[in-house]
Structure formats: structure tokens, C-alpha cells
């Protein structure tokens, strides 16, 4: 995915929400244990607890998601996924560290991943289970999803999302290229009309941009097809 190319950010620190720790801990403890960890939260010493726990759960998390990075490099995107021998893969790095930076980070990787190798239903789904605070890679998560959708040949779908992560980036060349990327799918649909509105909006609100000079030529080429 060229969203993580284009010079999004990677990796976030922002602490998870309360609601994400109990998730957290309601996934990898036994009941007696989560009843014993919400007692600690009501107590000023539960603070401190929640507040190592949750460093110590990231810094594994990142670790866990290091080992992985040769096997993305090099487009072994399977192993990725699923990971090899004592090297958990993705997949399971998303499921473990939930509710940590990195543990999102490997969401939006899996999905990535998930798109690499063309299984457009699962990306779909672990696309929309993104949860990341930076805004950027929310888009990226947004565009994956509409990416998926053009490879179903879901173009009205794709369309939409991607003005949906036009609307959500924060970084100007992202919004115009998804932008652009949303009137190419009403242009592939025949809807001439909603492609020209958005080529002439990027014009606009972008100029000088790489986005606004595509949107340029692709508007004169539509022009004459134009009620």
C-alpha cells in the first residue's frame, strides 16, 4: 500500500482510552483476575499499575512487530500474516496487543498485507477493525478499504471511501490523491458528472499540487463526454 509510503507517520505513542486496558484485559485474563484488576483501577496504586502494564505490553508489542518488518520488506507477505516458528506473524501481534500503538500498527499492517496478496474480503474486515488515533493513518485505513473495493469491482463503494479518507487526512497531497482516486472510480463507473465535480474541487482547493495537475488532464479528457 502506497499510503504508508507517502510519508505517514508509522508509529504513534498516544495512551489507549480506559476502555481499551479493560478490553485488553479482558481478552488475555481469567475472570478472577479482571475482577481483581478492577478493583486495583478504583485505588490510586491501580494508576501506576495500568500505567506499567501498558508500557510494558507496547515495548513487546514493538518488538513482536520488528521481527516482522523483513518478511513486508522482501513481500513475503503470508509469512507475514501468519509469521514462522517462534516469530508470531500479523495476525496474531494484532490480536495479543490490542489496544497498544504498535498492536494497531500491526492491524493496519495486516490488512495491508491481507490486500498484497489480493484476499480483498479479508483486508475489507480487518481494514474496517482499524482503531489509530493518528489521523493520516486513519485515512490510510479508509483508502485500503476503498482499494479493496476497486478490486472487487466495487467502484460506487471505493468512490465514497475515498472521499471518506480524503475527508479524515490531514496531509494535503494525501486529500487531493484521494480525492483524485474517488472521481477515477466515477470516471470507471461512466458518472462523468460526479467525476468532473470532484477533478475541478481538487483544481481548486489544491493548486500547484501533482493531484491538481492529474486532475487537470484527466478533466480535459472527460470534457468533451460532458452533457
Known amino acids: 500500500m502506497n499510503e504508508i509510503e507517502s510519508g505517514a507517520p508509522i508509529h504513534q505513542h498516544a495512551k489507549p482510552s480506559a476502555d481499551d486496558n479493560l478490553l485488553y484485559v479482558a481478552i488475555k485474563y481469567k475472570a478472577a483476575i479482571i475482577a481483581a484488576i478492577v478493583l486495583l483501577l478504583c485505588t490510586g496504586g491501580g494508576i501506576f499499575f495500568w500505567m506499567q502494564h501498558q508500557k510494558t505490553s507496547e515495548e513487546e508489542a514493538a518488538l513482536q512487530l520488528s521481527r516482522i518488518a523483513s518478511f513486508l520488506d522482501r513481500g513475503d507477505y503470508k509469512t507475514a500474516i501468519n509469521g514462522t516458528g517462534k516469530i ?3 495476525k496474531k501481534i494484532s490480536d495479543d496487543y490490542s489496544g497498544t500503538s504498535s498492536g494497531n500498527m500491526a492491524t493496519l499492517l495486516l490488512a495491508n498485507a491481507y490486500y498484497s496478496i489480493k484476499n480483498f474480503d479479508s483486508a475489507l474486515k480487518v481494514y474496517k477493525s482499524v482503531s489509530i488515533e493518528n489521523k493520516d493513518l486513519v485515512a490510510a485505513a479508509l483508502a485500503g478499504t476503498a482499494d479493496s473495493y476497486v478490486g472487487k469491482n466495487q467502484l460506487a463503494m471505493a468512490a465514497e471511501s475515498y472521499q471518506e479518507a ?10 487531493a490523491q484521494y480525492l483524485a482516486h474517488a472521481a477515477d472510480s466515477y470516471q470507471a463507473l461512466n458518472q462523468l458528472q460526479k467525476a468532473s465535480e470532484l477533478y475541478t474541487r481538487i483544481i481548486a482547493d ?5 493531484g491538481a495537475a492529474l486532475a487537470q488532464r484527466s478533466l480535459w479528457k472527460i470534457s468533451g463526454k460532458l452533457k
Not at 166 to 175: D, G, I, Q, R
Request: aromatic share 6%; no cysteine.
Open 88 to 90: 508470531p506473524g500479523l
Open 166 to 175: 480524503s475527508k479524515k487526512a490531514e496531509n494535503t497531497v494525501l486529500k
Open 206 to 210: 489544491y493548486p500547484g499540487s501533482t
